[in-house]
């Protein structure tokens, strides 16, 4: 597809103005839906190409709607404005485009701080279904994609797990779910994590009454006890569901005691081994705010091999 420039005769009295500060998938392609429902214009704006470094991962995305009000990073805040623009462009033309942004780009006065280069594809939105579809497909807590056609200009949205980049003609952006942190044991230190979790944005469950089927492969299970025995019931749920964290408060001689209980019940090795102890990445945290950043920053570490 050609790349295209902007026309400053194009919508000169429009400014774009950042309608609010996200990086959330789900909130950016609902800040999509909602304009679509009021019969008003967007383009989807995706990060489709890196060369060099970056600040966002392929596939990142942002949202225009015709009012100029956009939301979603495709770079460190550095070219949001201007993809603003040209996302105006898009709609008074009507013709999907492509840009380039730092190295190699027409744009000389707009330079990444990273030194590399970025492209990103504009999609004037038409259909409101496949948005629909994915946001549909995250609420029931299950893997969507949509399938950007350029030579269509056409989206499509599918319902498997696909690996975001270009495959043939079409660019996949893959969603996941959002981060699930699940907090059992009734301590200083699972008040601390439970907070701290959701401050970093993670949907948090707490308390002893989490239901089983609340975990699944975008959890994380936190246990936080002090007693083995009370934490023995929920720890041997979790080793029976998929999880893809498990974390367990205790030294290392407690986890020893640990695994000695759970390969007399008939645990193996290979199970027990997906139990992170310690918990954490810092070494004998010995405060509650301490241990909580720790177990956060070991979930998040976590969360980006899940696939």
């Given at each position: 597809m050609?790349?295209?420039l ?9 400014k774009?103005q950042q309608a ?11 800040f ?9 214009a ?8 890196i060369?060099?470094?970056a600040?966002?991962a392929?596939?990142a995305?942002m949202?225009?709607?015709?009012d ?5 990073y495709?770079?460190?805040?550095c ?5 603003a ?5 898009v709609i008074?033309t009507g013709?999907?485009r492509f ?10 006065d ?8 970025i ?5 004037q939105?038409?259909d409101a279904q496949?948005?629909r ?5 995250l609420?029931k ?7 950007y056609l350029?030579t269509f ?9 696909e690996?975001?980049g270009?495959?043939e ?14 907090v059992y044991?009734?301590s200083v230190e699972?008040l601390a994590?439970?907070?701290?979790a959701q401050?970093a944005?993670?949907e948090?469950?707490?308390g002893e ?6 975990v699944?492969?975008?959890?994380a299970?936190?246990?936080l ?7 023995l ?6 080793l029976?569901?998929?999880p ?5 408060l205790?030294?290392?001689r ?7 209980k ?9 199970e ?5 102890a310690p918990i954490g990445?810092?070494?004998?945290a010995r ?6 950043l720790?177990?956060v920053?070991d979930?998040?570490?976590a969360?980006?091999?899940?696939v």
């Amino acid at each position: 597809m050609q790349q295209l420039l902007i026309d400053d005769d194009l919508h000169p009295q429009i400014k774009p103005q950042q309608a609010l500060q996200t990086d959330d998938s789900e909130s950016i392609l609902r800040f999509a839906l909602e304009a679509m429902e009021a019969d008003s214009a967007a383009v989807l704006v995706t990060l489709v190409e890196i060369r060099g470094g970056a600040a966002r991962a392929l596939g990142a995305q942002m949202v225009v709607r015709e009012d100029g009000r956009y939301c979603g990073y495709v770079s460190g805040g550095c070219v949001e404005a201007a993809a603003a623009y040209e996302a105006l462009q898009v709609i008074a033309t009507g013709k999907d485009r492509f840009v380039r942004y730092g190295e190699g780009s027409p744009y000389l006065d707009i330079v990444l701080p990273c030194g590399g280069g970025i492209t990103l594809a504009f999609h004037q939105l038409r259909d409101a279904q496949p948005l629909r579809n994915v946001l549909d497909l995250l609420a029931k807590r299950q893997p969507a994609a949509l399938r950007y056609l350029p030579t269509f200009q056409r989206l499509a949205s599918a319902a498997c797990t696909e690996i975001t980049g270009w495959q043939e003609d079409a660019f996949i952006t893959g969603y996941l779910p959002k981060t699930r942190v699940a907090v059992y044991g009734r301590s200083v230190e699972a008040l601390a994590t439970a907070s701290i979790a959701q401050a970093a944005g993670y949907e948090v469950l707490s308390g002893e009454d989490v239901q089983a089927q609340a975990v699944d492969p975008f959890t994380a299970v936190i246990l936080l006890y002090h007693d083995l025995d009370r934490e023995l019931p929920v720890l041997l749920a979790a080793l029976r569901s998929a999880p893809f964290y498990i974390g367990a408060l205790g030294s290392r001689r407690t986890h020893a005691t640990r695994i000695e209980k759970l390969l007399s019940l008939g645990f193996s090795e290979e199970e027990i081994a997906r139990i992170k102890a310690p918990i954490g990445i810092f070494a004998q945290a010995r405060d509650a705010r301490t241990l909580a950043l720790s177990i956060v920053a070991d979930v998040a570490a976590a969360r980006l091999n899940v696939v």
